[in-house]
């Protein structure tokens, strides 16, 4: 297996992954819940809470690893020097990520089954809620810069190709937009681009 093949698979596969864990049929409705239903769902199923949120993990891990090898597909020059560059910042965004993710599988169960059994939310939780939500905004924002870099840097020749590379260039874009304009962005967004990416370089060999 040659090295764009072994990227494409490691991106296709980290996107399968995330979404199987964000797939998770008991965890629809905890997604737009309120807050109390929200815990309410997590406190009951907590074993699909960790199952969720392990996939997501490692879909994020495989995907980052995949994303690594893309400037090394790209031509010398310009191109591959801002993919260098999008990859630093892109393992940055899944480190970010991951922290969230980490402390949504350890310690939100917990906090919800708190909330379940007293109908208070514990006072402690509250500054790492706010700390898990801007670990995800920064993931968005930064993740989705990378994208955008790494497409343009896609423009200047190599198996992704200038019409795949615009593109998620603009979807990158406009999500950040969106996450400015209404506060939130679904995480599976991210995924998009980098399956494309994946499914390119598989179609490419």
């Not at 296709?12 to 965890?27: H, K, R, S």
């Amino acid at each position: 297996m040659d090295a764009g093949h072994l990227t494409g698979w490691l991106l296709v596969g980290g996107a399968v992954l995330f979404w199987i864990g964000a797939g998770n049929p008991y965890l629809f409705r905890a997604w737009t819940a309120s807050q109390a239903d929200y815990f309410a769902i997590v406190a009951k199923r907590h074993g699909a809470w960790r199952f969720t949120s392990l996939f997501l993990m490692m879909g994020t891990v495989v995907t980052a690893a995949g994303f690594a090898g893309l400037p090394a597909l790209l031509p010398d020059g310009w191109g591959r020097a801002l993919a260098s560059g999008a990859v630093g910042a892109f393992e940055i965004a899944a480190t970010l990520w991951i922290i969230s993710l980490l402390y949504r599988h350890t310690v939100l169960p917990t906090t919800a089954r708190t909330f379940v059994e007293t109908g208070v939310v514990d006072v402690g939780s509250a500054p790492l809620d706010r700390l898990s939500g801007g670990l995800f905004k920064g993931f968005i924002v930064i993740g989705f810069a990378a994208i955008g870099a790494l497409g343009v840097a896609a423009t200047a020749g190599g198996p992704i190709g200038p019409m795949l590379g615009w593109g998620s260039a603009v979807l990158s874009a406009l999500l950040v937009a969106g996450l400015v304009a209404f506060g939130d962005v679904p995480p599976l967004t991210i995924y998009i681009p980098t399956l494309a990416f994946g499914v390119a370089l598989l179609a490419a060999g």
